[in-house]
């Protein structure tokens, strides 16, 4: 093969090496999106599937792969474990405030799972997680095959500030998983968890379903937003982005920014 045919090949062998889980789908390495990301001044990732079109899009092929803190995206894993083994009774059971000071007004109060999931309790997760132990965690992380699987750091922290890392790629694939019923969990458990991340519906009849995340006080500080958006019950896109949050946009870029690319893509909002 010659070099101007190296070239040509060039994307399609980037995407190859960069192990997308994808080998039945087409690929796009997606240039257009960038400007989304410069206009706020951010790096990030962004992977987007069509399961329609049985397609990836992808800015940023290198990052896309990259391990991170999961931070509060991991509460979703955690909430499907906590259901299934019990450290979660179920939706209506009621996680207490212990009535010390917390760094949000929102945490400070009694949640359920749902209340627990769109506010972000991290307090309420670690409980959880407490409850499951380090041993079945371990071995629920594994059947999830979730990021690299690691609890280093300690039960209520390794999603944090310890050693689990998962990349855009892998959180993506995992929400496939779970929507399609592809994880070793009960229907029960999820049902519960997605109606735990519902977020809203727009007047043209689609839903998004998301969880964010964010961790700054590490080596590699991200912040998350990671979901899938359904039209009348059947989904329509999954995607999973992160960027390294700035002093001067910490944390809204994340939002505006898939916001723009479904809005791009499958006329999200319009």
């Known amino acids: 093969m010659g070099v101007s045919e190296l070239k040509r090949f060039a994307p399609s062998l980037l995407m190859l090496l960069a192990g997308l889980n994808a080998t039945a789908a087409d690929q796009v390495l997606r240039h257009d999106w960038k400007r989304h990301f410069a206009a706020y001044g951010v790096e990030g990732t962004f992977v987007l599937f069509d399961p329609e079109a049985n397609s990836y899009g992808v800015h940023n092929v290198v990052r896309v792969r990259h391990g991170y803190l999961p931070a509060s995206t991991f509460k979703i894993p955690n909430a499907l474990i906590g259901l299934e083994v019990g450290s979660i009774r179920d939706e209506r059971e009621v996680f207490r405030w212990d009535g010390h000071p917390k760094p949000r007004a929102a945490l400070e109060r009694d949640h359920t799972l749902d209340s627990g999931m769109k506010d972000s309790v991290a307090w309420m997760f670690q409980e959880v997680a407490?409850?499951?132990?380090?041993?079945?965690?371990?071995?629920?992380?594994?059947?999830?095959?979730?990021?690299?699987?690691?609890?280093?750091?300690?039960?209520?922290?390794?999603?944090?500030?310890?050693?689990?890392?998962?990349?855009?790629?892998?959180?993506?694939?995992?929400?496939?998983?779970?929507?399609?019923?592809?994880?070793?969990?009960?229907?029960?458990?999820?049902?519960?968890?997605?109606?735990?991340?519902?977020?809203?519906?727009?007047?043209?009849?689609?839903?998004?379903?998301?969880?964010?995340?964010?961790?700054?006080?590490?080596?590699?500080?991200?912040?998350?937003?990671?979901?899938?958006?359904?039209?009348?019950?059947?989904?329509?896109?999954?995607f999973a982005m992160n960027v390294t949050?700035?002093?001067?946009?910490?944390?809204?870029?994340?939002?505006?920014?898939?916001?723009?690319?479904?809005?791009?893509?499958?006329?999200?909002?319009?």
Do not use: C
Request: glycine letters at 12%; charged letters at 25%.
């Open 130 to 238: 407490h409850r499951t132990g380090k041993a079945r965690m371990k071995e629920w992380l594994a059947q999830f095959e979730y990021g690299n699987q690691s609890i280093e750091g300690g039960i209520e922290h390794f999603w944090l500030q310890g050693g689990l890392r998962v990349s855009a790629m892998e959180q993506m694939e995992f929400l496939r998983k779970l929507e399609e019923g592809r994880l070793p969990v009960s229907a029960r458990s999820r049902r519960l968890v997605r109606d735990a991340l519902r977020i809203e519906e727009t007047a043209g009849g689609l839903t998004l379903y998301a969880k964010t995340g964010t961790t700054g006080a590490v080596r590699e500080p991200v912040a998350w937003w990671v979901g899938w958006v359904e039209r009348r019950g059947v989904p329509v896109a999954y």
């Open 245 to 270: 949050p700035t002093k001067a946009e910490p944390l809204g870029a994340r939002e505006a920014i898939t916001r723009a690319i479904l809005a791009q893509e499958i006329g999200y909002g319009l």
